[in-house]
């Protein structure tokens, strides 16, 4: 079975360019997560679905960065424009519902250079 | 709200020697407790979990940990440290019964010498 992808791997831009990062998660999985990890740090929930509503976006930078996740499947995150402090790994993590006890899964990331 | 302590950014064992890294997390209700492995370059997969039940949990690769309500800790061990095991690894907690938000520590790189 295949797990969490995640697309480009790494990323380099220059500041003030926008920057979008692609997750699929594992089949059959309702929800989804999108995770910041900061150098030398744990990651940090920026968003998190169920199925296509967006039920936990407390964390999300709204000035700057946005989400989807149409059909509730494939998800996408924006940054526009990025900022040099964006420079992070940012993780896509999917598990089978909303429950604390599931298991997330998590892809590998996409590494991202704001220059 | 929840938060994760981990005591020691870097650890280094011989291999074959016990493996030790701490945890002690602070919630205001009963937690769950994660331990999740990252090698580089890749993503966070599941060690192990607490989430009710028996104190004592143990997962993969031959780590386990003991949810320890009077010390408020989590501690993560493993008799025999491998080559292998060099990652690093992190601690984490949620709320029970609330919609899965992990909160994690800021992790520990375990280094593994011969």
């Known amino acids: 079975e295949a797990g969490v992808v995640q697309s480009p791997r790494y990323k380099i831009i220059e500041k003030k360019q926008p920057v979008a990062f692609w997750c699929n998660p594992i089949s059959g999985h309702n929800t989804l997560y999108w995770y910041r990890q900061n150098l030398g740090q744990g990651p940090e929930l920026l968003i998190r679905y169920e199925n296509e509503e967006a039920v936990d976006d407390s964390q999300l930078p709204k000035d700057r960065f946005s989400a989807e996740r149409l059909k509730g499947v494939d998800s996408t995150l924006k940054i526009q424009p990025a900022e040099l402090g964006d420079s992070a790994v940012y993780l896509c993590?999917?598990?089978?519902?909303?429950?604390?006890?599931?298991?997330?899964?998590f892809g590998p990331g996409t590494r991202l250079t704001v220059l | 709200a929840q938060s994760v302590t981990q005591l020691g950014s870097h650890v280094s064992v011989s291999e074959g020697a016990l493996v030790l890294l701490r945890c002690n997390y602070s919630?205001?209700?009963?937690?769950?407790l994660f331990w999740y492995v990252q090698y580089p370059n890749q993503g966070l997969q599941l060690l192990l979990k607490y989430t009710t039940g028996a104190t004592l949990v143990k997962g993969i690769n031959g780590f386990e940990a003991e949810f320890k309500k009077s010390e408020t800790s989590f501690h993560l061990t493993k008799p025999s440290a491998h080559m292998s095991d060099a990652a690093e690894y992190f601690c984490a907690v949620s709320k029970t019964g609330t919609a899965s938000k992990l909160t994690f520590g800021t992790g520990t790189r375990l280094q593994v010498t011969l």
């Open positions: 993590a999917s598990s089978f519902d909303r429950r604390t006890t599931d298991t997330q899964y």
């Open positions: 919630s205001s209700v009963p937690p769950y």
